[in-house]
């Protein structure tokens, strides 16, 4: 089993920053890709943004030049750094992993969600 613990969200002004961590732990053999989904109220999970194990990234549209992700594969972290966030940025923030298990399968693990809410 694997675990996915986000922190990092909480409430900003328009036009501040955050910056998400994923630390994820468990029987991992290793972790293919890594991302970001968001599901505002009353619309549709969405992602926002992935990286391979080999560092590739794609990102949403509507947040790129905004936001950046990263890992480190060492840590098995991921991050999403938010700048320039908007009202519109305002979502429930779910971290998700590509892990091939210590038992030679491969699974999609989701964290447990974390708050984004911007406002002023």
């Known amino acids: 089993q694997v675990q996915l613990v986000e922190s990092g969200g909480g409430l900003v002004q328009p036009g501040g920053s955050l910056r998400l961590s994923c630390a994820a732990s468990?029987?991992?053999?290793?972790?293919?890709?890594m991302g970001w989904y968001r599901q505002a109220p009353g619309k549709q999970r969405e992602l926002v943004a992935a990286?391979?194990?080999?560092?590739?990234?794609n990102y949403a549209d509507s947040v790129k030049g905004r936001f950046t992700i990263s890992r480190n594969n060492a840590k098995n972290t991921v991050y999403l750094q938010m700048n320039s966030l908007k009202p519109e940025d305002t979502a429930v923030y779910y971290c998700?992993?590509?892990?091939?298990?210590?038992?030679?399968?491969?699974?999609?693990?989701w964290g447990q969600g974390t708050q984004v809410t911007v406002s002023s």
């Open positions: 468990g029987s991992i053999f290793t972790i293919y890709a």
């Open positions: 990286i391979t194990s080999g560092g590739s990234t």
């Open positions: 998700t992993a590509d892990v091939l298990s210590s038992d030679g399968y491969e699974y999609d693990y």
